[in-house]
């Protein structure tokens, strides 16, 4: 199955109606189906001042510090 940059996989139930709506009417392709992948996100920003900003999934038990 090829993918495309059109199609937006979206954990089931983690939106309301309307903005699968507005996606769609913008051409994107919604799969909301279950899938037995998860994927884990966590991310750190790196500012000109030499801080960070952190941050993380909220579906997982992680945490982000930034400093």
């Known amino acids: 199955m090829s993918e495309s940059p059109e199609e937006i ?3 089931p139930n983690s939106f309301n109606q309307s ?3 507005k996606l769609e009417y913008r051409g994107h392709s919604i799969n909301n189906k279950r899938s ?3 994927v884990k996100v966590v991310a750190i920003l790196l ?3 030499r801080t ?3 941050c993380t999934d909220s579906r997982n038990d992680d945490i982000g510090v930034g400093f």
Do not use: G, N, R, Y
Request: aromatic fraction near 14%; glycine fraction near 0%; charged fraction near 25%.
């Open 9 to 11: 996989k979206i954990q």
């Open 52 to 54: 960070s900003e952190a």
């Open 36 to 38: 037995p992948v998860f």
């Open 19 to 21: 903005v699968f709506e």
């Open 47 to 49: 500012l000109t001042d």
